[in-house]
């Protein structure tokens, strides 16, 4: 069987949360980055624990959920995910943007059952839709970026509203000024 194509961005969650993670999900994909979400990639018959692993593996943006629902859930397969992209970051330069923990509630950093992996990076709130498309943009000009200084991502469909990119320097500044992250 033909191994699918590796996805950019990997959405990790608590069974709970599906209804949150599917709207991450469609706010992603109308923004034209193309997103491995178990409920639609897996199908009958597939090896799924094989293919999940490969898709961390290989995934450019590994997106943990993060809810009441993970911290009431201290087993589940979620869990695994988590601690494989964790894992997965200590090959990595620490410049390389990978982790991008997702709170859909009123959960804190602090008391929160996450890899220290997710510690170390800065997590996004998520709890109205207006937020979920201005993370969905973020995601997509962080692979505009990339595209732009020869890092493409073939994982990114390209968006047929979108212009060439602003030179680099405007492009850092305004998004700075917006979401106050280093990755977008």
């Known amino acids: 069987m033909a191994e699918a194509t590796t996805k950019a961005v990997f959405l990790s969650y ?5 209804a949150a ?9 109308s923004a034209g980055v193309e997103v491995w979400f178990d409920q639609s990639e897996l199908v009958g ?3 799924w624990d094989q293919k999940i692993r490969g898709q961390v593996k290989a995934c450019d ?6 809810s009441g629902a993970t911290q009431a859930r201290l087993e589940g397969y979620f869990r695994l995910e988590w601690k494989l992209a964790a894992q997965r970051t200590h090959t990595m330069a620490d410049a390389k943007p990978f982790l991008l923990p997702v709170v859909i ?3 804190g950093d602090a008391e ?16 109205a839709a207006k937020r979920r498309r201005r993370f969905a943009r973020g995601c997509r000009n962080y692979w505009v970026v990339r595209k732009w200084h020869g890092l493409s991502s073939p994982c990114l469909r390209p968006n047929p509203r979108a212009g060439k990119p602003v030179p680099r320097r405007r492009r850092v500044a ?4 917006r979401h106050g992250s280093r990755l977008f």
């Open 14 to 18: 608590a069974s709970q949360d599906v």
């Open 21 to 29: 993670a599917l709207r991450i999900c469609n706010a992603l994909r």
């Open 61 to 66: 943006l590994f997106v943990p959920v993060i």
């Open 174 to 177: 305004a998004s700075r000024r």
């Open 45 to 47: 018959g597939d090896q």
């Open 112 to 127: 929160a059952h996450v890899p220290e992996e997710f510690r170390a990076v800065q997590w996004t709130r998520l709890p």
């Open 105 to 107: 509630d009123t959960t």
